[in-house]
């Protein structure tokens, strides 16, 4: 404490210093600013109350202080309440983690029953989370990221404090696996991990067994252990070589499911135009063979706000807030739910739209993309991109979409207007609502009244956050458990560590046992 204190006294003594303005000679004048620095000021203005030596000497004290204790200081006096409510030298971003032992981030590796304030988020702002099973990767405001918990090679085993990725610098976001079970995922070799640098670079590391890296050094003969294991530039040379009609430019985001990385890229002239934005694939959705970089002509010239992955499957959002999906319908359990939300396709025969690369393939089937083809006829195999526009009996259409989240077996849409819908397998209550096979987007009834701004799935378990700043998880109630606690429906959520109220969550992210929110100062 007498260390801050000093600290504090020096910040504020420079910066009353630096706002001294000189006066001239033919005026001497005499005011409280020659006695601090002996320049005079032009004039004696009126000091401001923010300007006052108690009220910086507090604001700089109280900077180093855990939020806990802003509740008991603002009881000592009025100065001391106003210092202690007012935003202005607070943090932008925060993170409150909660989670098993080892995961958390938390200092010790402790383990934390409810969201608690992470100490690394508050010395180096957090702008992103993204987990895997058993990890994290966190990107920082300086384009730095960050990452604890299991290695994305599980045989380098566990870091339990968080280590920055010297290979990375200027990344403007990330991605990694998603969590949630599945068949063989014990027999998973770790989790593909990809970063974006602000300039459209990207750089991927982690298992390769599907060429999901893109990256020509990471495949073949030269695909070591000490190759994939490091962050590595991914060229698009050979691609572009390739294909001159499909040359990848910019990449502008990216997301990585199990066997396969997507990316959505701008077009490489410079021009500006969205006509020559794409969306592109490299590894495999489920057991067909892995296929080589290409584009989904379905999505070719589309102005996207979101691109994720789900285990077996990918969802991009528009601008316009349309939804497309795209992949395989139930991944490795055909008794989940459809995870593109077209309907139950195990009974009906739906039209999609033609592949324009393969047209002799017909409108449902991909070359080189089935798995089985007789075993359920045009119900089985990989799906080309549709938007989502299937809706529940006697209901209205989900409407515009602001951001989705996916998991292995479940996915959970937030619309602008702030409703939560989800799909997919139910088990443990994972989607929030009692539809066990969901094929179909179902709003969650029990969060009708609220609107909600940000969510997350995973595993058995889902979250979500509404602009008021409530927090609400369900789930967990089968296999292994997590943090939703074995609940049926969103139940509300209380922070630790005495969260100020001008902090709203501006991102969820959930590991299979622990999870992380993403908290934004209001301006």
């Given at each position: 404490?007498?260390?801050?204190?000093?600290?504090?006294?020096?910040?504020?003594?420079?910066?009353?210093?630096?706002?001294?303005?000189?006066q001239?000679?033919?005026?001497?004048?005499?005011?409280?600013?020659?006695?601090?620095?002996?320049?005079?000021?032009?004039?004696?203005?009126?000091?401001?109350?923010?300007?006052?030596?108690?009220?910086d000497?507090?604001?700089l004290?109280f900077?180093?202080?855990?939020?806990?204790?802003?509740?008991?200081?603002?009881?000592?006096?009025?100065?001391?309440?106003?210092?202690?409510?007012?935003?202005?030298?607070?943090?932008?971003?925060?993170?409150?983690?909660?989670?098993?032992?080892?995961?958390?981030?938390?200092?010790?590796?402790?383990?934390?029953?409810?969201?608690?304030?992470?100490?690394?988020?508050?010395?180096?702002?957090?702008?992103?989370?993204?987990?895997?099973?058993?990890?994290?990767?966190?990107?920082?405001?300086?384009?730095r990221?960050?990452?604890?918990?299991?290695?994305?090679?599980?045989?380098?085993?566990?870091?339990?404090?968080?280590?920055?990725?010297?290979?990375?610098?200027?990344?403007?976001?990330i991605?990694?696996?998603?969590?949630?079970?599945?068949?063989?995922?014990?027999?998973?070799?770790?989790?593909?991990?990809?970063?974006?640098?602000?300039?459209?670079?990207?750089?991927?590391?982690?298992?390769?067994?599907?060429?999901?890296?893109?990256?020509?050094?990471?495949?073949?003969?030269?695909?070591?252990?000490?190759?994939?294991?490091?962050?590595?530039?991914?060229s698009?040379?050979?691609?572009?070589?390739?294909?001159?009609?499909?040359?990848?430019?910019?990449v502008?985001?990216?997301?990585?499911?199990?066997?396969?990385?997507?990316?959505?890229?701008?077009?490489?002239?410079?021009s500006?135009?969205?006509?020559?934005?794409?969306v592109?694939?490299?590894?495999?959705?489920?057991?067909?063979?892995?296929?080589?970089?290409?584009?989904?002509a379905?999505?070719?010239g589309?102005?996207?706000?979101?691109?994720?992955?789900?285990?077996?499957?990918?969802?991009?959002?528009t601008?316009?807030?349309?939804?497309?999906?795209?992949?395989?319908?139930?991944?490795?359990d055909?008794?989940n739910?459809?995870?593109?939300?077209?309907?139950?396709?195990?009974?009906?025969?739906?039209?999609?739209?033609?592949?324009?690369?393969?047209?002799?393939?017909?409108?449902?089937?991909?070359?080189?993309?089935?798995?089985?083809?007789?075993?359920?006829?045009?119900?089985?195999?990989?799906?080309?991109?549709?938007?989502?526009?299937?809706?529940?009996?006697?209901?209205?259409?989900?409407?515009?979409?602001?951001?989705?989240?996916?998991?292995?077996?479940?996915?959970?849409?937030?619309?602008?207007?702030?409703?939560?819908?989800?799909?997919?397998?139910?088990d443990?209550?994972?989607?929030?609502?009692?539809?066990?096979?969901?094929?179909?987007?179902?709003?969650?009834?029990?969060?009708?009244?609220?609107?909600?701004?940000?969510?997350?799935?995973?595993?058995?378990?889902?979250?979500?956050?509404?602009?008021?700043?409530?927090?609400?998880?369900?789930?967990?109630?089968?296999?292994?458990?997590?943090?939703?606690?074995?609940?049926?429906?969103?139940?509300?959520?209380?922070?630790?560590?005495?969260?100020?109220?001008?902090?709203?969550?501006?991102?969820?992210?959930l590991?299979?046992?622990?999870?992380?929110?993403?908290?934004?100062?209001?301006?």
């Amino acid at each position: 404490l007498e260390a801050a204190t000093a600290a504090a006294v020096a910040a504020w003594h420079r910066q009353l210093v630096r706002r001294q303005v000189q006066q001239s000679t033919w005026d001497p004048s005499s005011n409280t600013s020659r006695k601090v620095s002996n320049v005079l000021r032009f004039m004696p203005f009126r000091h401001k109350e923010a300007e006052y030596l108690e009220y910086d000497l507090l604001s700089l004290v109280f900077a180093y202080l855990p939020f806990r204790t802003l509740g008991t200081l603002s009881l000592v006096s009025k100065r001391w309440r106003s210092v202690a409510t007012d935003p202005s030298w607070k943090p932008e971003l925060i993170v409150l983690a909660w989670g098993r032992a080892g995961l958390t981030g938390l200092p010790g590796a402790t383990a934390c029953p409810r969201p608690t304030l992470l100490p690394f988020a508050m010395e180096r702002e957090v702008l992103q989370v993204c987990c895997c099973d058993e990890a994290t990767l966190a990107l920082t405001t300086d384009g730095r990221v960050w990452h604890w918990g299991m290695s994305w090679l599980k045989i380098n085993g566990i870091t339990n404090e968080p280590t920055c990725l010297e290979e990375l610098s200027d990344i403007g976001a990330i991605a990694c696996t998603v969590p949630g079970y599945f068949h063989g995922r014990e027999a998973a070799r770790g989790f593909t991990c990809a970063a974006v640098t602000r300039s459209g670079v990207l750089y991927t590391w982690g298992p390769n067994h599907s060429g999901q890296l893109i990256r020509a050094e990471a495949t073949g003969a030269l695909a070591t252990a000490a190759v994939n294991a490091r962050p590595g530039r991914v060229s698009f040379d050979r691609h572009n070589e390739r294909s001159e009609d499909d040359r990848v430019g910019k990449v502008l985001m990216v997301a990585c499911g199990r066997m396969f990385t997507a990316v959505y890229t701008a077009a490489d002239n410079n021009s500006g135009s969205i006509a020559g934005n794409r969306v592109l694939t490299c590894g495999r959705f489920v057991q067909e063979a892995p296929h080589a970089l290409r584009a989904w002509a379905a999505l070719n010239g589309l102005q996207l706000r979101q691109l994720a992955a789900g285990a077996f499957h990918c969802c991009c959002v528009t601008v316009t807030g349309e939804l497309w999906t795209w992949g395989h319908p139930w991944g490795k359990d055909h008794a989940n739910g459809n995870l593109l939300a077209q309907g139950n396709e195990m009974t009906m025969d739906q039209d999609a739209t033609p592949d324009v690369d393969n047209p002799q393939m017909g409108p449902t089937h991909i070359n080189g993309l089935e798995v089985h083809p007789g075993t359920f006829g045009v119900a089985h195999g990989t799906r080309l991109p549709r938007r989502v526009i299937a809706h529940a009996p006697h209901e209205p259409p989900m409407g515009a979409v602001a951001e989705v989240t996916c998991s292995t077996y479940s996915t959970l849409a937030i619309t602008v207007d702030g409703k939560a819908y989800a799909w997919g397998d139910c088990d443990g209550g994972s989607l929030g609502h009692n539809v066990g096979e969901c094929h179909i987007p179902r709003r969650l009834a029990s969060l009708a009244g609220l609107r909600v701004a940000h969510g997350g799935v995973c595993y058995t378990n889902g979250a979500a956050a509404t602009e008021d700043g409530s927090v609400y998880v369900w789930g967990g109630a089968m296999w292994q458990g997590g943090l939703g606690g074995g609940s049926d429906g969103p139940q509300r959520v209380g922070f630790g560590g005495g969260v100020p109220p001008e902090y709203k969550v501006s991102s969820v992210a959930l590991g299979s046992w622990h999870g992380y929110l993403v908290l934004r100062r209001a301006p």
